[in-house]
């Protein structure tokens, strides 16, 4: 397919862009301590400038430190930052790219740890980011040096040159708590009906506009809906766009969701691509400034559709350019193979923020790390072996090969991808099938010897005479051993998603509730069969936390029965033995299939071989230590450029 319309050029007021896609703003992370403008951040951005992304908006910026949402979060309320800002602005636009700036105040959604202590402010007293602690009321002398303190921010980002604004007035932010009837709960002029909760946001837009001028493009974003009852809908939003308008904005960007229900903006796999579109499409048909749609576009076929279809005028992908930050570039050149969707995993980025670590990608390991990460020649060419055809494998193998080694890769399966081939399976996962096909096409297209069907022995190796072996034989399904786990009514979750076996009878009893324990019971559940999951100890430990409301959900409303505090005893005909771990009392529970979930075990039974015979060995991704893809990828990655 060609695309056509995401490269036409678009205006947002005096804005000229080249093409009709934005990089969405994204926390990184890669502030100094003080908000500066690093040199993490600075590559960061030229990389994904180099794309030619008509518009690079720059992440949220505080306008009131300390009161952003994260540590290392960028600032521009003094005129100290605007010499590095200007140094960041230049540097995109040396790669002809427009760049805009996020203007932000948190208000409650923000933590002890970022405001040092101060406690979180908002329209209202209502519960902050941080468990057990409301924000403050705002007085309205406050209220008023805020307006002050973003028009000031505003002058600086005009002064640092950057070509564009956006103000931060979604996702349950300090002016969307203004916008949002859940949040505010003002009986002033601040509060109340439509116009007086976005007075403060229009007092903010007329004293912006009255320091950058009338033809400085003004971009507002804001929610479409808030998705929770007492928020707003999408009915006020379409009127909050129309005021918007007339108070002089150049360009809605229309998002979704507040703190209550955050993964409308953080859109982990469980929703669908193009989850918030409709509502811009429905702003769209109201306003006559550009309407720029987001939320899980992963897709630069999918971005074409909605601008086709009239339902935006430009399309924002935020981490689309984390997991490849050439998408457009491959897009333009019809590489559409070689592009590495985002499988929005949500583990590397938006976890990470909440660690209150640095974002990362867990398919692309050089995000945050462009300057010491470049897959360059190896001074010394060698002869590698690699065992394992997983994603760490592939992983280590293809980059190994793109800098000149000659690279045998060993496969026991009839097919690459390991656990990738099975992960996909479970409802709400089929993302993960593109990082699966991205990694084995890269893999062909290098010159990697590929050898399916082969289970390396030590003799394999050996006649091989490598000079550096990578050991990447992922991990199997740990069975504990207790009575009755040979019957044949006892399968594993690996045999089930692979096909090896069927789910069989109505009463399905699952062991475990990591993920896959809590993905078997989604999956067994689907097939309208009565699960019931058995933790030990909390459900969903391991899933990440912006997924795990959506995934319980489902199990909540298959009607999944979650027993917590048991652990499997014994397994007989036709029921299993399950044991209370606090009162230590017995009891029995009805059961035609009983599903293994409890975790894995690496499978690296040929390290000690290896590393008895060979200098360089290297054991990488599950075969170390079972983890997730990120680990996987990475450490593929790291192994590969270090050979």
Known sequence: M????????????????????????????FASEKGEVTERMLHYYERRAESGVGLLMVETTCVDYPLGTFTRELRLDSDIFVPRLTELVSLVHSYNTKVSIQLHHAGRQTY???????????????????????????????????????????????????????????HGYLISQFLSPFTNKRTDEYGGDLNRRMKFALDIIKT??????????????????????????????????????????????????????????????????????????????????????????????????????GKADLVAMGRPFLSDPLILKKAE?????????????????????????????????????????????????????????????????????????????FEKEKELGGQLNIAHVPPGKTEITEIRNWLINQVRKTTVDVRLNSEAKLKDVLSEKPDAVILATGADIYTPQIPGVDKKMVTSANDLLSGKKKLAGEKIIVIGAGMVGCEMADYASEKQKSVTLVARRRCGHDVPARTRPLLF????????????????????????????????????????????????????????????????????????MPRKILNAIHEGYRVALNI
């Open 2 to 29: 060609s695309l056509k319309r995401i490269f036409e050029p678009v205006d947002i007021g005096t804005l000229h862009l080249r093409n009709r896609i934005v990089m969405a703003p994204m926390f990184s992370q």
């Open 112 to 170: 002890v740890a970022a405001t040092g202590g101060l406690t979180p402010v908002g329209p209202s007293e209502v519960p902050s980011g941080t468990p057990g602690l409301f924000s403050r009321a705002l007085s309205v002398d406050e209220i008023k040096a805020l307006v002050t303190k973003f028009a000031d921010a505003s002058e600086r980002a005009k002064n640092a040159d950057f070509d564009a604004i956006e103000i931060h007035g979604s």
């Open 208 to 309: 912006v506009r009255g320091r950058v001028g009338d033809y400085y493009p003004l971009i507002f974003r804001i929610n479409g809906s808030d998705f929770i009852e007492g928020g707003l809908t999408i009915e006020e939003s379409i009127v909050m766009a129309r005021k918007l308008e007339e108070a002089g904005i150049n360009a809605v960007h229309v998002s979704a969701g507040l703190r209550e229900r955050g993964y409308w903006y953080e859109q982990p796999m469980y929703l669908p691509r193009g989850c918030l579109v409709d509502l811009a499409a429905k702003i769209k048909k109201q306003v006559n400034v550009p309407v720029i749609a987001v939320g899980r576009i992963n897709d630069v076929l999918l971005a074409e559709q909605i601008i086709e279809e």
């Open 333 to 409: 050149a019809g590489q559409f193979d070689d592009i590495r969707k985002c499988i929005a995993c949500v583990d590397g980025c938006i976890e990470n923020l909440f660690r209150h670590k640095a974002i990362t990608c867990s398919i692309n390991p050089e995000v945050g790390m462009e300057k010491w990460f470049k897959v360059t020649p190896a001074k010394r060419k060698k002869k590698i072996v690699v065992i394992g055809g997983g994603p760490a494998g592939m992983e280590a193998a293809m980059i190994a090969s793109q800098r000149g080694h000659n690279v045998v890769l």
């Open 553 to 624: 959900k489902r199990l909540e409303d298959k009607n999944v029965d979650i027993l917590k505090g048991w652990e499997l005893q014994e397994i007989k005909d036709t029921k299993v033995v399950l044991l209370d771990i606090n009162t230590k009392k017995k009891k029995e529970v009805p059961a035609d299939q009983v599903i293994m979930a409890v975790g894995y075990r690496p499978t690296n039974d040929l390290a000690r071989e290896l590393m008895q015979k060979f200098k360089e060995v290297h054991v990488i991704g599950d075969c170390f």
